[in-house]
């Protein structure tokens, strides 16, 4: 496939994907499908292939990856995205994710520990004109202080808890969605509402993510 956002083949390849691994898996928002049906996946690889569209994680740059279609699906979907929300992401790596959440939401907050990835990442998303996500390397863990609270936050990588930072973010009926459970084990994916009366946990999927590294995450191998 060539570099080319408005390709007939790349079109084609974003609309099998929307049905084979996002529709048949049980995806049903409209929203998030039409997001995925429109946005270049293949303008966040190094190199623009059909891969873009593969069901599975890719390689990216800084030895990370790009999840598969169907779990940022999967992920923006439990996160209930509304068109006046704010959102944070923790791990944006390619910013892919990023810009889904940027077609749901009024404004994304996406941190990535990686300097590299963020300067890739706010490349790729100027060059898209995408205008709403706001990046910053630095601890995930510990969220977006200046920027809460969060209707919405989504974490790209697995921690052994949700930290009590993003927590304490998230604002009234927010929700966070992030895998839980052992580093290079499968994890659970969870959902965290924050509610007048406390906390409510949903698990929703076997996962396998990367670890979340940083202060209430794990430490660095």
């Known amino acids: 496939m060539k570099h080319s956002f408005d390709s007939r083949e790349a079109a084609a390849a974003r609309a099998a994907m929307v049905e084979e691994q996002l529709v048949a898996r049980g995806i049903a928002d409209p929203r998030v499908l039409d997001a995925m049906r429109q946005l270049p996946r293949e303008a966040f690889l190094s190199a623009a292939t059909s891969a873009a569209y593969a069901d599975s994680a890719q390689p990216i740059e800084a030895g990370q990856t790009i999840s598969q279609p169907y779990i940022v699906a999967l992920m923006a979907e439990a996160a209930r995205i509304g068109p006046a929300d704010r959102v944070l992401e923790v791990g944006a790596g390619s910013g892919y994710a990023a810009a889904v959440c940027a077609a749901l939401a009024a404004e994304v907050y996406a941190i990535e520990r990686h300097p590299q990835l963020v300067e890739i990442a706010r490349a790729r998303l100027e060059r898209l004109g995408i205008a709403n996500v706001h990046l910053q390397a630095g601890d995930g863990t510990l969220g977006w202080p200046d920027a809460a609270p969060f209707d919405a ?15 304490s973010q998230l604002a009234e009926e927010g929700r966070l969605v992030m895998p839980v459970g052992r580093r290079h084990a499968t994890q659970q994916l969870v959902r965290v509402t924050r509610g007048a009366n406390g906390f409510v946990e949903e698990h929703f999927a076997a996962v396998a993510f990367v670890p979340l590294i940083g202060a209430e995450g794990f430490e660095s191998s």
């Open 153 to 167: 936050i989504l974490v790209s990588a697995a921690g052994p808890r949700v930290p009590e930072s993003l927590r």
